[in-house]
């Protein structure tokens, strides 16, 4: 039996990422994951090889196969990684009369805690709410519009069109509350609550003259979507899906024609386990932004902004390190072209990502301000510093109106008198930036500083007086003219900065929740080979699939990345179930 194939074609490997070039320099990466240590039990079979064969970048070292192994468990479909889309394909290849295997590293579901947009189209929810949905063809031509037409738009075909209808599969079992616009307090009487995110739409919005339109229509689940994944969890193992946390995946295990048939687990203890799966495997192992070597080599454009970095395992590997892209490739998947697409959206500061004034630490003016926030992260990153100063004056309350709207825009001034009627979206604990609300009580605590004249700003922000005092006259200027020669803003969100007090936020490093890439797939989930062939027997979905996103992580959609996981774990658990 041929465990594990060896090595990789020459495609596979030219095709790892853009930095191809210095592969050969990467090998010296090897060792460099942050919290790696020497007391983690290292289990049996780990390598001790200094690196991969000659040419192939470090982290691709394969390990050796375990030479002892504790025992062997069988079923018809393993799934790797219990994430959201892990979660959901367990649950989907369950009710598909499948018998289950799912892993984790984590200690429970694996997710980000404070998450919960979907991005979705034809919802029963959406319909009761009476909200009016853009078009596939408006909505899939613009995010391919906003990814450079890198993506495969099948698949993102397949997202729009089967979203709505899965999300309410999702939460079919649950209990929840339903409220009817974004600012409605929920009644208490449920826990889980479902509300609809910036809508109803902002009066005057005309998405069509907008440099990024953004497509009302998402919701969210309160107080995250761990009530979802934990009803998964629940209806999976009623079907009789065996579970298992604090278990880790090292590699995958084949047959003679190439088809996987299983992998090698160990527990915490370091003790191995070989679960053989008849049906398929499915890696939901997360993304790379926890692996610095492997960060460095596909998206060197990432250097100096910090990752999320989660709980870290036995070995001192942290989660989201890559694992399913690696053992997928040692399977002989390949990783898809990229360019991958870090998620580094900023939320902004006291007024969000709204388009008012920016600066850079040396006091000049340096990109149109009126881009969502991952694209302001973008331009961050070109700077010194990556930091810059956002500049308010007085008239801010009634500025807000007009600014452009979605996920990190503040469009909606409360008077502290009227805070109490707004619980759902003001209060001490409330970011304006996460609500779109904002009273002068939350706006005075967010601001770093403050000052009665635009010289007292300047010093209070340490920037070159003279530059920045300039650059601020140049902009009143073309505030003046109602059109911006420089960068071309939309003149509706030309504001002056003239009438004291004047405020400034401090913008810097957003961090990376995710970086979106994985393994080449098709439209069934299916993992392809470095011939765009389906391996047989391993499927992918989440961050671990590739093909969804590239070059830019778009933000004209909220809630589209949990919205795919969603999708295309269900797909994945559906297929893999039928062997197909």
């Known amino acids: 039996m041929n465990e594990m194939k060896q090595g990789l074609s020459r495609r596979a490997f030219l095709g790892l990422g853009a930095t191809a070039a210095v592969a050969a320099g990467a090998a010296g ?6 919290g790696s240590g020497t007391d983690a039990k290292e289990p049996a079979g780990q390598s001790t090889a200094a690196g991969p064969a ?11 196969v375990p030479a002892d192994v504790k025992e062997t468990k069988s079923c018809d479909v393993l799934v790797i990684g219990l994430g959201i889309s892990g979660i959901v ?3 989907a290849a369950s009710e ?5 295997i799912g892993i984790e590293k984590q200690a429970q579901i694996g997710t980000i805690g404070l998450s919960g947009d979907f991005g979705i189209y034809g919802s029963k929810v959406q319909e009761e709410l009476g909200m009016e949905l853009a078009s596939k063809e408006e909505v899939v031509n613009q995010l391919m519009k906003d990814m450079t037409f890198r993506p495969h ?3 993102l075909g397949y997202w729009y069109d089967h979203s709505g209808e899965d999300f309410d599969w999702l939460i079919s079992e649950s209990d929840y509350e339903l409220v009817p616009t974004s600012a409605t307090p929920a009644s208490g009487e449920k826990e889980n609550v479902i509300r609809p995110k910036c809508y109803p739409v902002l009066e005057g919005y005309d998405r069509s003259k907008e440099l990024f339109p953004f497509f009302n229509g998402s919701v969210t689940t309160e107080p995250s979507v761990g009530w979802c994944l934990e009803s998964c969890q629940q209806i999976a193992e009623a079907n009789g899906a065996e579970l298992i946390f604090g278990m880790f995946a090292e590699q995958l295990t084949t047959d003679e024609s190439g088809r996987v048939t299983g992998a090698y687990v160990y527990d915490k203890s370091g003790e191995y386990t070989k679960i053989e799966a008849s049906k398929g495997v499915i890696l939901c192992c997360g993304d790379i932004s926890g692996n610095p070597e492997m960060l460095d080599y596909y998206v060197p454009w990432v250097e100096g902004i910090a990752p999320f970095y989660p709980n870290v395992d036995v070995k001192g590997n942290v989660a989201n390190s890559g694992d399913g892209h690696r053992m997928g490739m040692w399977a002989g998947a390949h990783m898809e072209k990229g360019p991958l697409a870090p998620m580094t959206h900023h939320m902004g500061a006291a007024l969000g990502v709204d388009a008012f004034l920016q600066l850079n630490v040396r006091g000049e003016r340096f990109m149109n301000e009126d881009i969502p926030g991952q694209n302001i992260m973008d331009q961050l990153s070109t700077q010194p510093e990556m930091r810059s100063w956002q500049i308010i004056d007085s008239k801010w309350p009634e500025q807000l109106s007009v600014q ?3 996920h990190g825009y503040v469009n909606y001034y409360i008077p502290d008198s009227e805070a109490d009627q707004w619980p759902a979206v003001v209060g001490e604990e409330m970011s304006a930036s996460f609500s779109g609300y904002t009273t002068d009580s939350m706006f005075e605590a967010a601001i770093t500083h403050k000052a009665d004249t635009l010289e007292e700003l300047v010093e209070m922000m340490g920037l070159p007086k ?4 300039a650059s601020i006259e140049r902009y009143n200027e073309l505030c003046a003219k109602g059109v911006d020669e420089d960068f071309g803003k ?7 900065v003239e009438n004291g007090p004047f405020y400034a936020c401090e913008f810097g490093d957003a961090g990376m929740l995710v970086c979106m890439g994985g393994l080449d797939t098709d439209a069934e989930c299916r993992a392809l080979d470095d011939s765009m062939e389906p391996i047989p027997g391993l499927y992918v979905a989440g961050n671990t699939m590739g093909n969804r996103y590239k070059v830019e992580y778009p933000v004209t959609e909220a809630g589209i990345s949990l919205a795919t996981a969603l999708v295309f774990g269900r797909l994945a658990g559906t297929k893999a179930a039928a062997g197909e």
Request: hydrophobic letters at 45%.
């Open 29 to 34: 990466l090897v060792g460099c994951a942050p």
């Open 54 to 64: 000659s040419g192939e970048p470090a982290f691709l070292a394969k390990p050796e």
């Open 89 to 91: 394909a367990a649950r």
């Open 96 to 100: 598909a009369g499948a018998s289950v």
């Open 153 to 155: 738009a099948s698949l």
């Open 404 to 406: 452009g709207t979605g």
């Open 466 to 469: 003279e530059t920045a005092l």
């Open 490 to 496: 939309d003149p509706r969100r030309l504001f002056p």
